[in-house]
């Protein structure tokens, strides 16, 4: 790091067209006003002692800020596309611009996000304290929400390839996209998991309190259920299709079981319905050229 990095005499030799300015470690507490570098596309400020940051030329598309000590961020400019601002002390998001695609921000105080960005591809959120995520865009690929306080998440979007929402407090998760690549949802209190994709290849669902596993898919490539109920039942085995047999042996006995279990209460249930539909006193209205079904839904 350099203690003797003067940022004004550098930003004062570069030319008002420069493109990149980097002053990343250089120890900076301040950065002066940036508004003549009207070409600027992509600035990198990150590993600094920043505690605010100035004025954002318009045409910017990468924000580098991370590992400083901001604690807000100025107005971000619409043709931003990529923006990481890890490691700080944000508490409060900006109105995040239209065109973003980049979204990391972990390590900081959020609890809660704005609005996302249709065109946003990748949020990473890890390490805050969000109990929730707003909608996801559909064009979302990559979504890092581990280490918070969700205990639910949103409609996941048909293009997302990476769910990493491992150390939260779920208790379900929604269905998975047919393209869904790995999913890393360990240390959460998972009783089930939905069906898999068929795409899948990473399963990390260890640590929670699963008693099943749906069908694993056949390009899944590795995978991690330990610590899981379901684990004292079904032993962990190099050869997935040895676990699948069991699993589906498994799963059959679970329905067979639940539903003998269940048995005598739906019948109990249904035995009204079943005596008006079926009593045979109805039988002396029912004519040769009736048509039984549409008789049958009258009663």
């Known amino acids: 790091m ?17 493109e990149i300015i980097n002053v990343s470690n250089k120890n900076l507490d301040y950065l002066p006003n940036l508004s003549r ?27 580098f800020c991370y590992n400083n000590k901001l ?35 972990f ?12 065109n946003l591809s990748e949020l ?24 918070n306080n969700l205990t639910s998440l949103p409609v996941l979007p048909e293009k997302l390839e990476i769910l990493y929402c491992n150390y939260n407090n779920l208790t379900s998760l929604p269905v998975l996209p047919e393209n ?25 669902c260890h640590y929670n309190n699963l008693t099943s596993l749906p069908v694993l898919p056949e390009n899944l490539e590795e995978l991690l259920y330990y610590n899981n109920p379901i684990y004292d039942i079904i032993l962990y ?13 498994w799963n059959n006995f679970r329905h067979l079981y639940y539903c003998l279990k269940y048995r005598k209460g739906f019948l109990k249930m249904m035995e009204p319905i079943i005596k008006k539909r079926y009593h045979p006193k109805y039988l002396d209205d029912l004519k040769e050229e009736d048509d039984l079904d549409e008789k049958l839904n009258k009663w």
């Open 237 to 249: 085995d190099s050869n997935f299709n040895t676990i699948n047999k069991k699993i589906k042996i």
């Open 124 to 147: 990473g959120c890890c390490n805050n304290y969000l109990t929730s995520l707003p909608v996801l865009p559909d064009k979302l690929k990559f979504l890092y929400c581990f280490s």
């Open 180 to 204: 869904l690549k790995e999913l890393s949802c360990h240390y959460n209190n998972l009783t089930s998991l939905p069906i898999l994709p068929e795409k899948l290849e990473i399963l990390y």
């Open 71 to 105: 604690t807000s961020l100025p107005v971000l400019p619409d043709k931003l596309k990529f923006l990481y601002c890890c490691n700080n002390y944000l508490t409060l998001s900006p109105v995040l611009p239209k065109k973003l695609e980049i979204l990391l921000c």
């Open 37 to 63: 570098f009207k070409k600027l596309e992509r600035l990198y400020c990150y590993n600094n002692k920043l505690k605010r940051l100035p004025v954002l030329p318009e045409k910017l598309e990468i924000l």
């Open 2 to 18: 350099n203690n003797n990095f003067d940022v004004e005499k550098y930003l004062d030799s570069l030319p008002n067209d420069v």
């Open 107 to 118: 390590d900081n105080h959020l609890t809660s996000l704005p609005v996302l960005p249709k």
